[in-house]
């Protein structure tokens, strides 16, 4: 069964940094693609950014453009870890939102859109303080 739990949201002044985790469990998941959106209420879940691997032990990451420059993906495939990092740096009052990580299985779609995610977490909020 597979499981995705997130972890690392909080509260945050404007202009400061949180680091969210998601670790996977139930399967190998170096060939997935593992992404983050985020979701406000009364809005549709948003794309923030994914990794995907593009043969070997070459990931290609891919952001928002609302989060470029200010925010990092990365993954640990190492054994019984697979987890993905999301590193927010300068974050803003409009980041704030209900983050959720998500693996899309290879070549199943445009990574942007959610619908090409198979497994989802519970999520974790961020709250961005003015």
């Known amino acids: 069964q597979v499981q995705l739990v997130e972890s690392g949201g909080g509260l945050v002044q404007a202009g400061g940094s949180l680091r969210l985790s998601c670790a996977a469990s139930?399967?190998?998941?170096?060939?997935?693609?593992m992404g983050w959106f985020r979701q406000v209420p009364g809005k549709e879940r948003e794309f923030v950014a994914v990794?995907?691997?593009?043969?070997?032990?070459?990931?290609?990451?891919?952001?928002a453009d609302s989060v470029k420059g200010r925010f990092t993906i990365s993954r640990d495939n190492a054994k019984n870890k697979n987890t993905v990092y999301l590193q927010m740096n300068s974050l803003k009052p409009e980041d704030t939102a209900v983050y959720y990580c998500?693996?899309?299985?290879?070549?199943?779609?445009?990574?942007?859109?959610?619908?090409?995610?198979?497994?989802w977490g519970q999520g974790t909020q961020v709250t961005v303080s003015s």
């Open positions: 139930g399967r190998t998941f170096s060939s997935y693609a």
């Open positions: 990794t995907r691997w593009s043969g070997g032990s070459t990931y290609y990451a891919d952001y």
């Open positions: 998500a693996l899309a299985p290879p070549g199943k779609g445009w990574l942007p859109d959610s619908r090409s995610y198979d497994y």
